[in-house]
């Protein structure tokens, strides 16, 4: 990906999404010990994540869910303190992005993260907040 990057003309390039392996948003649960998956019994994704995309390519999604785990997620909430854990995934992560941009000649790269990290631990959402003592 970081070559078909380079070949169409951006010199600075990044893994994206095709460097998680999971979906974009959800890698940090890999990375981050202290949440607990909340699912429901029916399909599709939660109202308050619906965005233009899912409604503009609805068969689409419907096909793609599926094979992400999506069918019938409300999300995560906080069962116990956050931790990171994700050392080696990261380190796995820059060493790979280094490798493919070098090979492909790229001026620069960067990894996008998730940072808003503060709204899966929102307290904002009843009964989805641990508290710490």
Not at 24 to 30: A, F, G, I, Q, T
Not at 43 to 51: D, F, H, R, S
Not at 57 to 63: C, M, S, V
Request: glycine share 10%; charged share 25%.
């Amino acid at each position: 990906m970081v070559a078909q990057q380079v070949n169409a003309g951006i010199d600075i390039v990044s893994d994206g999404e095709y460097g998680k392996s999971i979906s974009w948003s959800r890698y940090v649960l890999e990375r981050i010990e202290g949440f607990e998956r909340r699912t429901i019994a029916t399909e599709g994704m939660p109202q308050a994540i619906v965005g233009r995309d899912r409604r503009e390519f609805a068969d689409f999604y419907k096909q793609y869910d599926p094979t992400q785990n999506f069918v019938g997620m409300t999300g995560w909430a906080v069962s116990k303190p956050l931790k990171y854990i994700g050392h080696d995934a990261v380190g796995r992560d820059i060493r790979r992005l280094k490798e493919a941009a070098t090979a492909a000649g790229a001026v620069d790269a960067f990894i996008p993260a998730v940072a808003r990290i503060c709204d899966m631990a929102s307290d904002s959402r009843p009964g989805t907040s641990f508290r710490s003592k």
